[in-house]
């Protein structure tokens, strides 16, 4: 198709044309789109892309994905994973001796003769070997009282320890019915309540008396332990079979003297569901009962039914964190799926009969409970149980003693009120701190345990009896041993 135009004519512009579009350039400048130059590229080039982070698509169930570059290894644990039960037993564990430390010689041991005797007192007396193990079986160490800064355990004489090593050894000597204490030890924190239990049990120990000891109500009580109804029981208790087996694991190695006494009684199949020989010793029993928990509870019963029998030696029981056992509800729900209540619970129904007067000692006894303050709920029901009792007490002795009164704004357990009564013979001992000539003897000690690093006089003496509250035992050791200024 041919044009209209000529190239020729469109080729050669007029100057007429020519000057015309000039002037309109120049009043209307043209700008034609063209890429500048630059010497930040980064502003006029788009980045390259980033490299990939290593974050996975995870393929479809059933394809394959391909994997391209080299994954991230996997760091590798060496360390060996605790077994069960291992760091429980790390952070329970018990060092009663420090090789490090310095023997101190000449250091007499506690027996059975000078127990009471009034010259020891504000010495400190170290603990028999077989005592020792006795002691470890019942629990009666704690971890927070620092054994394992000495050569060998030993423990200071209290006037209050002479006084009852003086009351055990009578009622050991003693012909006919004997009398049966029950005391409740309180007092601030460090000022010796597990330390005095301990003490009492080293006593009864020495006597030849029957110890059973519940170191930790806490470990009943707070929901750690397997638990069952009691078949046929009104009101419902529930028994722990599992505690009760390791509580009867540790009689045999506590009390010797249960491989020479026999049963004296036999049971029947209704009391305990296995035969039981009847010439067999009651350590055997014991053992017999921890092999297997189903059958640890008519095991226990029938053993603590058989050490009241009449010819029995006296009987020690113990007890250490009494609060726990006071409170409302413990960690383990009923059926109805209400909280139980401390008093439900077979073991601690048992000791508390006892505490309280409803099943007595024919043999005589002691029957002791300390109270925490560093471990403990809060009861207003035993705070008010104990003021009153501690009241009383000290009002027979011719001391007066300020009293709680009861708030009304606060609801009491009335079980718990029972239980420590006036009338039940229950006493409250109040561990106040150690006197100057205790505590001398005490920090002595430390000395020639190379414990102590200044001299002691009566001026150092005074100085930190007055800084540990006039002696509590617990801050004397801190203000003396542990700090280092």
Same mark, same amino acid.
């Given at each position: 198709m041919s044009t209209s135009i000529c190239w020729r004519c469109l080729s050669k512009a007029s100057t007429k044309n020519l000057l015309h579009s000039t002037a309109i350039n120049a009043r209307f400048p043209i700008y034609v789109p063209t890429l500048p130059f630059s010497t930040s590229p980064s502003f006029q080039y788009n980045p390259p892309?980033?490299?990939? %982070?290593?974050?996975? &698509?995870?393929?479809?169930?059933? %394809?394959k994905a391909l994997v391209i570059g080299k994954t991230k290894r996997q760091p590798v644990n060496f360390a060996r994973r605790p077994a069960p039960g !291992?760091?429980?037993?790390?952070?329970?564990r018990i060092v009663l001796s420090n090789v490090n430390a310095l023997e101190v010689t000449g250091m007499q041991d506690i027996n059975a003769e000078n127990s009471y005797d009034r010259r020891v007192e504000g010495h400190v007396l170290g603990l028999p070997g077989p005592i020792v193990d006795q002691l470890r079986a019942v629990e009666a160490f704690k971890t927070t009282q620092g054994w394992g800064l000495f050569w060998r355990p030993g423990t200071v004489m209290r006037r209050e320890t002479i006084d009852l090593g003086k009351t055990i050894a009578e009622m050991s000597e003693q012909e006919g019915p004997r009398k049966t204490i029950k005391r409740?030890? &309180?007092? !601030?924190?460090?000022?010796?309540?597990s330390i005095m239990l301990l003490q009492a049990m080293t006593l009864a120990f020495l006597k030849g008396w029957t110890v059973i000891n519940l170191p930790e109500v806490q470990d009943i009580t707070i929901g750690h332990t397997s638990y069952r109804p009691l078949p046929s029981s009104s009101p419902p208790s529930y028994i722990q079979p599992a505690y009760l087996a390791n509580l009867l694991r540790t009689l045999p190695t506590a009390n010797p003297h249960l491989a020479d006494l026999q049963l004296s009684q036999q049971p029947s199949t209704s009391e305990v569901p296995i035969p039981i020989p009847s010439n067999i010793s009651l350590a055997r029993l014991a053992s017999l009962g921890a092999s297997d928990p189903e059958i640890a509870h008519p095991i226990f019963t029938l053993?603590? #039914?058989?050490?009241? #029998?009449p010819g029995r030696p006296p009987v020690f029981f113990g007890l250490d964190g009494l609060a726990h056992a006071m409170q409302p509800s413990t960690g383990y729900t009923a059926p109805n799926l209400k909280p139980i209540h401390p008093h439900d619970l077979t073991i601690l129904k048992w000791y508390l009969d006892f505490l309280s007067g409803k099943q007595k000692l024919p043999n005589g006894g002691i029957v002791m409970a300390a109270t925490s303050q560093s471990n403990a709920p809060h009861v207003p029901s035993l705070d008010l149980a104990l003021s009153d009792l501690e009241g009383a007490f000290q009002t027979r002795v011719g001391q007066q003693v300020p009293r709680k009164e009861r708030n009304p704004f606060l609801q009491y357990d009335e079980r718990v009120m029972s239980t420590l009564a006036g009338g039940n013979g229950v006493e409250v001992q109040r561990m106040l701190?150690?006197?100057?000539?205790?505590?001398r003897g005490l920090v002595e000690y430390w000395a020639k345990s190379g414990m102590v690093r200044e001299r002691v006089t009566e001026g150092f003496v005074g100085e930190k009896w007055a800084l540990s509250g006039g002696g509590v035992v617990g801050e004397l050791e801190r203000a003396v041993v542990r700090m280092r200024v």
């Open positions: 892309p980033k490299r990939s %982070t290593g974050v996975k &698509v995870v393929p479809r169930k059933g %394809t !291992e760091r429980k037993a790390l952070r329970k409740v030890l &309180v007092g !601030e924190r460090g000022s010796g309540k053993l603590v #039914s058989d050490l009241l #029998s701190g150690l006197s100057k000539e205790e505590a």
